[in-house]
């Protein structure tokens, strides 16, 4: 398995370089831009500026969700690291996987 952080420009590479991999999409909780907000300002690690940016991008990056085949969300680290395991588990049971891990099971 192989979990990769990035934009929504590099999941579309990823895609259309692997058609089959699966895109997860991680979200704050609601509300999405103002809990961000919190966060960043709560770090204290950001200029005004770098914040405002951060924000813009985003805006940009939340209305490409819906290219993804699952959204977490972000309200509680321990249960979105749970979610993020099940998928990683279940995606590996479809039988396009299993097929192509066990091919001496599915060859009669």
Do not use: C, M
């Not at 831009?33 to 940016?53: K, N, T």
Request: charged share 35%; glycine share 4%.
């Amino acid at each position: 398995d192989v979990v990769l952080e990035i934009d929504w420009q590099g999941a579309l590479q990823v895609r259309r370089t692997f058609p089959d991999a699966v895109s997860v999409f991680i979200l704050p909780p609601p509300p999405v831009l103002e809990e961000l907000e919190r966060r960043l300002r709560g770090r204290g690690q950001d200029s005004e500026e770098a914040i405002q940016r951060r924000l813009r991008a985003a805006r940009e990056e939340i209305g490409h969700v819906a290219e993804f085949d699952y959204v977490i969300i972000n309200k509680d680290f321990e249960e979105a690291r749970r979610d993020l395991a099940a998928l990683v588990r279940a995606t590996r049971l479809t039988l396009a996987r299993q097929t192509s891990r066990h091919p001496e099971i599915f060859s009669t």
